[in-house]
């Protein structure tokens, strides 16, 4: 079958009545999620893993997949209204999009977000579709040093890339590859660290790790502050940009693209790595640099265009290599497990309905969000005035419910209370969370991978470094971490 | 950041030393035959030199701001009281039943974070554990648990 053929294919899945309802339904939480501050992407896709057990693989994916690509889309409306950003791929915008809406210009704002969010997001799914095959090919001569390498370089490039020092990210890396290996040993069955307990012989589950770290501990973080947030009272109108706001978003958004689907590629948190290199972009291309952080459109179409096609970029190594990238992509990954499904480069070729479903859903649920997010965008203005007092009472019963009906076991409610306090104090001690995640998911391919190139080698190193592949990814990783001990850190000493 | 990097950083060399002996315990085997104890052995030890980096980091700092952890007793209140609350809806969960739990548990941390009128509080809990129950309990069908009530 022929690209077209596994297009038509992909369509053929994603139009289904159920797959086209679950795909609102992502589209819909994805976007409150991002308009909410204090919840975000991370948490939604854990709570909603349980959900999706008893759905078809390809309808809780779709769904999944747009509570990511939505939340990016609502992140941008706070950022523009109440200069607090939903999300942190959302942070740059608040520079020119909140001069926007002082302007009086909050609708062309939000209008060239969604739009350019659109375009971006499409353009991002055609390179998902091409790029990803092509990818799964390649990997399918990977052995287990390939993947030892590769999930190596993944944890050392997501802590340097972090926004946390990278002593603090390497050791929040390191302590969720030793979360990961608790339970039994996947070779040879011998328990690990588990005291005798019966919840921990299968390992700490990722979901109430997950809502824990990312839910619980965000909604502590925000209970122990004072601040208040005002939504911008204006009234929003003229969403649709003028001819000259088209002409000035055109090619950021164009740039923010191409530039956002390669960043998100790599490890670490592509989206938002991608909305800052896009402002930076700008600003040194454009003829009025001046005029940036005073309420420059270009400032908002260029970055709200590149965090939504790294969403789709972000997918590629995860369902090409098995290998996630990010924090949410380790989620991903637990969801098509929890089905029998291993990501990998055999996936697309096991699994076309399912790889080809989801990348059309995408067309689709891209086409919604235009829709969701310029009418009802007084609906999204509304839901930023519920004080948190009522909201935070809700996201709490909702990690609750999303833990409890996993296995129907208290015990890990208690493990994801105790994540979310240890999440909370890591927070506030300047520690991240993702780097964490992403090694507790990665822990164990990493440790089968690195016991098989051991066992292969005859116990010799030498293999990481003498196939090219792997020598490659592992000269990248001790480039990653000597740099820093090199030239000053990027964003300077955060302590 | 100063204090609470050392402290921290203390924690995990003791956690590092923790992962160590445990990870003894369990069958090493050789480089040639890596056994179930192979891998955290390594990761413990990499912790172990993670954390004395910090330690190093950490008293070589001056101390430039005030304590992160430094929020004042209310925020403090709030943090323990909703982490007791949590605790307590574990605990209840089985016992009571999802609904009641969950009434308490929403009808209390309303009450206590930001004291709204008692009638306003019985409709939110009352709505949020009814509409909570109707989506995922008869909806997405979530077995749920009914408690000694049966509700």
């Not at chain 1, 009472?393 to 996993?406: E, K, T």
């Not at chain 2, 030199?49 to 952890?69: I, T, Y």
Request: net charge positive.
């Amino acid at each position: 079958m022929d690209v077209l053929g596994y297009v038509g294919l992909g369509f053929s899945v994603a139009l289904e009545p159920l797959n086209l309802l679950f795909c609102f339904v992502g589209v819909l939480i994805g976007t409150l999620v991002g308009v909410l501050p204090g919840l975000g992407p991370v948490a939604a896709v854990a709570f909603l893993l349980s959900v999706t057990f008893k759905m078809a693989p390809a309808t809780g994916i779709i769904m999944l997949a747009g509570i990511y690509y939505g939340a990016m889309y609502g992140g941008s409306t706070t950022s523009i209204l109440v200069n607090i950003p939903g999300e942190t791929a959302s942070v740059v915008t608040c520079l020119d999009g909140y001069q926007m809406a002082r302007q009086g210009r909050a609708g062309p704002a939000l209008g060239i977000s969604a739009f350019g969010s659109f375009i971006a997001g499409t353009l991002g799914v055609v390179g998902l579709m091409f790029l990803a095959p092509l990818l799964g090919q390649a990997a399918l001569k990977f052995g287990p040093p390939e993947f030892f390498a590769l999930t190596f370089t993944g944890l050392t490039l997501v802590s340097y890339l972090s926004q946390a020092p990278l002593t603090k990210s390497l050791i929040m890396a390191v302590l969720g590859l030793s979360v990961g290996s608790v339970g039994m040993d996947p070779v040879s069955g011998e328990e690990r660290f588990t005291q005798g307990l019966l919840t921990l012989r299968d390992g700490f589950g990722l979901v109430p790790v997950a809502m824990g770290m990312f839910g619980i501990a965000e909604v502590l973080e925000n209970l122990g502050e004072t601040a208040r947030r005002n939504v911008y009272e204006t009234a929003i109108k003229g969403l649709l940009p003028n001819l000259r706001d088209w002409k000035d978003s055109f090619w950021p958004i164009v740039r923010g693209s191409v530039m956002g689907f390669f960043l998100g590629i790599l490890p670490g948190p592509g989206p938002v790595i991608a909305s800052f290199a896009s402002y930076a972009t700008e600003k040194r291309l454009s003829r009025h640099p001046e005029k940036f952080g005073t309420g420059a459109i270009e400032g908002v179409a260029g970055p709200e265009s590149a965090n939504n096609s790294a969403t789709a970029g972000s997918f590629i190594p995860l369902l090409s290599l098995g290998i996630p990238t990010s924090g949410i992509m380790a989620l991903f990954m637990g969801a098509l497990m929890i089905h029998g499904i291993q990501p990998g480069p055999l996936f697309i070729r096991n699994y076309p309905e399912l790889f080809w479903g989801v990348v059309a859903s995408m067309y689709v649920g891209n086409a919604m969000l235009l829709i969701l997010n310029l009418p009802l965008i007084g609906l999204w203005v509304r839901v930023l005035k519920i004080p948190y007092a009522i909201l935070f009472p809700l996201i709490f019963l909702f990690c609750l419910i999303g833990v409890y009906s996993l296995n129907g076991n208290v015990a890990e409610i208690f493990i994801m209370v105790g994540f979310g306090i240890a999440g909370f104090l890591l927070r506030k001690a300047g520690f991240e969370g993702a780097p964490f995640l992403l090694a507790m998911v990665l822990g164990p391919i990493m440790e089968s991978s690195l016991r098989q190139s051991l066992i292969i080698s005859h116990g010799s190193f030498s293999i990481f470094f003498t196939r090219p592949i792997s020598g490659a990814l592992i000269l990248l990783s001790c480039a990653s971490l000597i740099t820093p001990l090199i030239l000053p850190r990027k964003n300077g000493n955060k302590d | 950041m100063k204090r609470s990097n050392i402290i921290i950083a203390i924690i995990l060399l003791g956690l590092s030393g923790y992962l160590l002996i445990e990870s003894m315990r369990l069958s090493l085997g050789g480089l040639r035959t890596p056994q179930a104890g192979f891998f955290p052995t390594i990761l413990s030890a990499v912790l172990a030199v993670l954390s004395l980096a910090l330690l190093g980091q950490a008293s070589k700092e001056k101390e430039k701001r005030a304590s992160p952890f430094r929020l004042g007793r209310e925020s403090w209140r709030r943090i323990a009281l909703a982490v007791g609350v949590l605790l307590a809806f574990g605990f209840s969960v089985d016992f009571l039943g999802y609904t009641l739990s969950s009434f308490l548990l929403v009808a209390i941390l309303l009450r206590a974070i930001e004291p709204m009128r008692w009638w306003l509080i019985i409709i939110i809990a009352l709505s949020t554990s009814v509409i909570s129950y109707g989506i995922f309990g008869w909806l997405l069908q979530t077995p749920l648990p009914t408690g000694i009530f049966g509700i």
